[in-house]
């Protein structure tokens, strides 16, 4: 499966933009970059996700690299509600499974 | 439109007791996906369905895990016998396939099923 490096954890303040680093230097050409988080004690959630271009949604902006070997997941104005792990995952398609290869995720804190 | 529905939400047993986990899929949603998080990890699938087939069960301690999703709508996990280091969170997840590629499509979670044993 293709990694995904992400640092451990990341502070914020609340009303402040963060940006959420993700490595995927072994990322394949038809590997998407998706985004989930998870709040405390529920599921994870899907945030967004991206192949080449920039994209954007309610939820935040994912921006890619043109080498496609990193991303930043950022989000505009953090709230106390966006503290989660957030998961970066390069979609992993082999023998028609869909799976979700989750790693250790980013555990985001927001300051009041 | 209603989520993906678990039950129960805790549970502790003794080892070597068995347990069951039920997972009711976002209504339509033809993939059905078993995760198991223990604390401090990120999710690790166990088991994926496509309808009432199974797709990918590669992760699944077969010895002790059983699942089965008969009528290809709600599933059942199984742990029998449970061991200590089956304490975790029992992630359910379900996906609409066949609208976009498969690397693309979301899946949603449930809330998960938070197993200890004893």
């Known amino acids: 499966d293709a990694k995904t490096t992400q640092p451990n954890s990341m502070e914020s303040n609340e009303e402040e933009p963060v940006h959420l680093p993700c490595n995927h230097s072994?990322?394949?050409?038809?590997?998407?970059i998706h985004w989930y988080r998870q709040l405390p004690s529920q599921g994870p959630e899907y945030v967004i996700h991206g192949l080449t271009s920039n994209v954007n949604n309610r939820m935040a902006s994912l921006a890619i690299a043109e080498d496609r070997k990193s991303s930043t997941l950022i989000l505009h104005r953090a709230t106390l509600r966006d503290a989660a792990v957030y998961y970066c995952i390069l979609r992993d398609v082999v023998q028609g499974a869909q799976k979700l290869v989750f790693g250790q995720g980013t555990r985001l804190t927001i300051n009041p | 439109e209603a989520g993906v529905a678990q039950s129960p939400r805790y549970k502790i047993i003794e080892k070597r007791q068995s347990v069951a986990f039920w997972c009711n899929p976002i209504s339509g949603h033809a993939t059905l996906y078993w995760y198991q998080q223990i604390l401090g990890q990120g999710p690790k699938l166990l088991i994926q369905?496509?309808?009432?087939?199974?797709?990918?069960d590669s992760q699944l301690p077969k010895d002790r895990f059983s699942a089965e999703r008969l009528k290809g709508v709600d599933s059942t996990l199984k742990i029998q016998p449970a061991k200590l280091e089956d304490s975790a969170v029992y992630l359910c997840a379900s996906s609409l396939v066949g609208r976009v590629r498969l690397n693309q499509e979301t899946q949603y979670f449930g809330p998960g099923t938070r197993l200890l044993v004893l």
């Open positions: 072994t990322i394949s050409g038809t590997d998407y």
């Open positions: 369905f496509q309808n009432n087939g199974v797709v990918d």
